[in-house]
């Protein structure tokens, strides 16, 4: 059974730094792309980034390029996101997802506030 | 970026109705149109991927269809575990995008 368990939420200043990881199980970690999405509270949700199945290939939405950095351990089975100077629009449940979407972890929040 | 503009905002209906989503990409896609569900307090389900695959343990009342710019979910006889909000997404090309969302609700 996949599964994907977000951890390292909370709240935190604004223009601090805070680190994301997503512990995956019941699949070879290391042969799928990986991604973050976000929610919003009471709002849709948003790409946030991908990583290809080796970590070669990174992509981001444009609002955090440069401030958030997505990378994996696959010898770890383990996904991160970096959040650097981070802002209140930041505030939202992260979810990790596998693939092109097809399995999320339950998410986990995170709140930018002074 | 690719826009997808997501209709109705809010949908109610009955158990047994027909019910449909729309999504319309503001350019071709590629069929690469998956629609989720989400509860509240959950995180969102892939019920179809890649415009008309259900995805497996999904029941069969779902069925997307749609090409070009233009998709469609359909479910054929809602059940009381439907009332969810619904969205869809483009992965056709980077950055990814969803939907706004659609809140089926019980009449």
């Known amino acids: 059974e996949v599964q994907l368990v977000e951890s390292g939420g909370g709240l935190v200043q604004p223009g601090r730094s805070m680190k994301l990881s997503c512990a995956a199980s019941g699949f070879t970690f290391s042969n799928y792309g990986m991604a973050w999405v976000r929610q919003a509270p009471t709002k849709g949700l948003e790409w946030v980034a991908t990583?290809?199945?080796?970590?070669?290939?990174?992509y981001y939405r444009d609002s955090v390029k440069g401030r958030f950095t997505i990378s994996r351990d696959n010898a770890k089975s383990t996904l991160y996101l970096q959040m650097n100077s981070l802002r209140s629009e930041d505030t939202a449940t992260y979810y990790c997802?596998?693939?092109?979407?097809?399995?999320w972890g339950q998410g986990v929040m995170v709140t930018v506030s002074s | 970026d690719i826009q997808m503009t997501q209709s109705p905002s809010f949908l109610s209906a009955s158990v047994g109705d027909r019910v449909t989503i729309n999504c319309k990409a503001s350019q071709n896609i590629n069929k690469y149109l998956n629609w989720y569900q989400q509860k509240l307090g959950e995180a969102p389900k892939r019920l179809i991927y890649n415009t008309n695959n259900l995805q497996t343990g999904i029941p069969s009342r779902f069925s997307g269809s749609g090409s070009g710019t233009d998709y469609t979910l359909t479910i054929s006889s809602l059940q009381p575990e439907d009332f969810a909000t619904y969205f869809c997404l483009q992965h056709n090309s980077f950055p990814l995008t969803f939907g706004s969302g659609t809140k089926l609700e019980i009449k």
């Open positions: 990583i290809s199945y080796d970590g070669s290939s990174t």
């Open positions: 997802t596998r693939g092109p979407l097809n399995y």
